[in-house]
């Protein structure tokens, strides 16, 4: 008989547990327990992360041409407002709907019923906000009218 097998059969015999219950040592309910031999800790400590940058700001400034679809600002919330010819898309940025020129303006808001500075502007606080706008390019009229006679 082996060395090892002496041990199996020492602890199965009960007499190294001879103070435990015998069915609790045939069931090989003492057992040892594994304990962590590291602490876990995250590996960016601090705060520190290394994530891109989202761009949000102004893309198309005041003055510039811009083609359909072109995005005017990339931003988080409602900072600027679309005007003419400009929409948001469901990321709020402001997109260009036509091809123009950008004009920046200074404007009185009116906002919707539901909108939640709605009830400020009713109590009678005025609220100036940044829209964008595209002044389309004018049409040239590229034909020649002929009459129909």
């Known amino acids: 008989m082996s ?9 199965l015999n009960g007499s190294l ?8 040592v045939r069931g090989f309910s003492a057992t040892s327990v ?22 949000y700001g102004i893309k198309r400034n005041d003055g ?9 600002v990339n931003q988080c ?17 402001l997109v260009a709907m036509e091809d123009g020129t950008v004009v920046v303006s200074c404007e009185k808001l009116n906002p919707y019923p539901q909108s ?15 829209f964008f706008h ?6 040239k009229a590229k034909f020649k009218l002929v009459s129909q006679t």
Do not use: W
């Not at 547990?17 to 609790?24: E, R, V, Y």
């Not at 595209?134 to 049409?139: A, Q, R």
């Open 34 to 55: 594994r304990h962590k031999s590291k602490s876990s800790r995250s590996k960016n400590l601090g705060g520190k992360r290394n994530t891109v940058g989202k761009a």
């Open 3 to 11: 060395a090892s097998m002496r041990q199996v059969s020492y602890i």
């Open 17 to 24: 547990f001879s103070h435990l219950n015998g069915d609790i």
């Open 134 to 139: 595209v002044i389309p390019i004018p049409l």
């Open 77 to 93: 919330g409602l900072r600027f407002y679309p005007g003419e010819n400009v929409e948001t898309d469901r990321t709020n940025r």
């Open 116 to 130: 939640p500075l709605y009830g400020a502007v009713q109590k009678g606080v005025t609220i100036y906000k940044k």
């Open 64 to 72: 510039c041409f811009v083609h359909k679809g072109e995005i005017l």
